[in-house]
C-alpha cells in the first residue's frame, strides 16, 4: 500500500483530473507506473473499471460489467500479437495483495508460458491425442447440473471444482470452445460480465463482508 504514499493521489484519479481521460469514459486501460517487465520480456497494463475511487467489481451495474469484459478484450487482442502469453487478472481486497484501493485489474503480456498454463497445455494435449477431446469441454459437461454447479447460463457454467484448492472456488467455463477472451461473441461476453458480478455479489452475501478475492483468466495467446 505504500505505492500510494509516492503520489500522495490516486494515479488512477489523476487520470480524470488531468484530463487523460476524456469525459464519459468509465473504464479504460493505462500503463502499469511499476512495470516488472519490459518488451521484449513482457509489457504490463492497469485495467481502470469505474472512474469512482470508492467503488468494487461487485457494485458494477451489468452495463460497466460488460466494460470490464470488453477491456480484457482490447488488451488481448493487443497483447496476441506479440506475446506468447497474455494474462489478464484482478486481486480485490488488501489481504490477497490489493495495492490501490481504485476498482482496477492488471494485464501483462509474457514471451514465455508460465508453469502452470504450460501444464495444463500439456495434459489437453495428452487428452486429445488420446481420443478425449477438450478436457475442459468435457469438464463442463460433466459438472453442467451436477452438485457442485454454481450458476447455468445459455453460454457460461460456473462451478466449484473437484480438484478446487480453495474455499469458494469457482471455475467459469464458456459452453462453446473458445480458446481466449478475444474470441468470444457479444452475447458470451455479455453473459460472462452479468454471472461474474452475481458470483461475486453472492460471495460477498456468503461472508457478510467484501471478501477478498483472485480473478484470473486462463486463455490462449491466439484465439
Do not use: K
Request: proline share 7%; aromatic share 8%; net charge negative.
Amino acid at each position: 500500500m505504500s505505492r500510494r504514499e509516492l503520489t500522495g493521489e490516486c494515479p488512477f484519479c489523476a487520470d480524470i483530473t488531468s484530463g487523460r481521460v476524456p469525459p464519459g469514459v468509465n473504464a479504460w486501460i493505462r500503463p502499469n507506473d511499476f512495470p516488472p517487465l519490459t518488451p521484449p520480456d513482457g509489457e504490463c497494463f492497469i485495467l481502470i473499471y469505474s472512474r469512482d475511487h470508492d467503488r468494487a467489481f461487485a457494485d458494477l451495474t451489468d452495463a460497466e460489467a460488460e466494460a470490464v469484459v470488453d477491456l480484457w478484450q482490447q488488451v488481448h487482442r493487443q497483447l496476441a500479437r506479440t506475446y506468447e502469453t497474455v494474462m489478464a487478472w484482478e486481486t480485490h481486497g488488501e489481504a490477497i495483495g490489493q495495492t490501490q484501493r481504485h476498482p482496477h485489474g492488471q494485464a501483462y503480456g509474457l514471451a514465455v508460458l508460465p508453469d502452470t498454463l504450460r501444464r495444463e497445455l500439456e495434459s489437453a494435449r495428452q487428452a486429445h491425442e488420446g481420443g478425449e477431446g477438450c478436457t475442459w469441454c468435457a469438464e463442463t459437461v460433466r459438472e453442467d447440473h451436477g452438485p457442485r454447479a454454481v450458476l447455468a447460463g445459455e453460454h457460461w457454467l460456473a462451478f466449484v471444482p473437484e480438484y478446487a484448492r480453495y474455499p469458494y472456488q469457482v471455475h467459469f467455463h464458456p459452453r462453446r470452445h473458445v480458446a481466449a477472451v478475444s474470441g468470444l461473441t457479444a452475447d458470451e461476453a455479455r453473459e460472462l460480465a452479468r454471472h461474474l458480478v452475481r458470483v461475486v455479489r453472492a460471495l460477498n452475501w456468503v461472508y457478510q463482508a467484501d471478501m477478498p478475492y483472485m480473478l484470473a483468466l486462463h486463455q490462449h495467446a491466439d484465439q
